[in-house]
DNA sequence: ATTTATTTGGTACTTTAGTATGACCCTCCT
DNA sequence: AGGAGGGTCATACTAAAGTACCAAATAAAT
């Protein structure tokens, strides 16, 4: 945030100063009108530009990113959310146990709480729900 | 497509109208330089905007577009097609055949078919094949 | 008119998934 | 010290998912 206030704070005293040299340049006649205002359009199309690549990249961003305080909210613990993200990998219970090095055992019931805790009855449901909280 | 060429040869020639104006503006002192710096800014920072609002617009839209190709590739069939969707819904077997007025045995026949062309050992890992080929 | 692809459905079977319950361990907190 | 929360695992069970067949109707294509 407080890079984004000094770029703008930048951005905003190079595009007086900018104005200012125009006009000056202009008045004075060094140089022709016609190439100030190209100078001046191409400025402003690029910091239009920029401008809307920064807000559009953080909505796609926000739209992608998990929502912590949901997890928390539902009370999903670590462990439990890293079951969450295996099975959405497609992998099965014993599979999950594997590569966390686990028993079944330990996943079905990992997997039982995560089913509670979404309010699903399988774990595509349980898969749909996640994605709906933007947890996954 | 044809539109875009329109809007845009629309868009030049007013460009062109506009300099014009403000050059001969200028030479004639009928209107401050300044406030025709500041018409050529603003203009030209909206044409940014909304050229980035077009183009990435459209990237974010071809992500979450539904590869039709692929699908064809696959050689999945529209119900099968149907029955992927419901599972990535969330529903079971016994749901996705009350929703489409069918047996439970037919949706099985679908689900294996459609497990068989993605490949896929379970519905779960179904989904994660179909997402990443933007099937679903 | 025969082939081809799609759709539908069945039986019988195996494999996974999911529930219920209980137990043990650890860590953090008061 | 006791309790709460998190993590691990087991048994025993039910439910759902998935496989392997087979069979038959339909519609489109050649």
Redesign the interface.
Known sequence: MKKTILVFSGLILA?ILL?QI??FS??SGHLK??F??AI??????????????KS??NK?KDSNEINHQKLKDLEITPREYEVLQA??????NKEIATKLFLSESTIKTHVSNVLLKLN??????????AKKYHII
Request: zero cysteines.
């Open positions: 595009l104005f125009s006009t202009i008045h009108i016609e100030i205002l001046i359009a191409i400025v402003f199309l690029i910091i239009g530009i920029y401008i809307n690549k559009l990249h796609v099975i959405s990998e497609g992998l099965s699903a009855k399988r774990r595509t449901q349980a898969l749909q729900i």
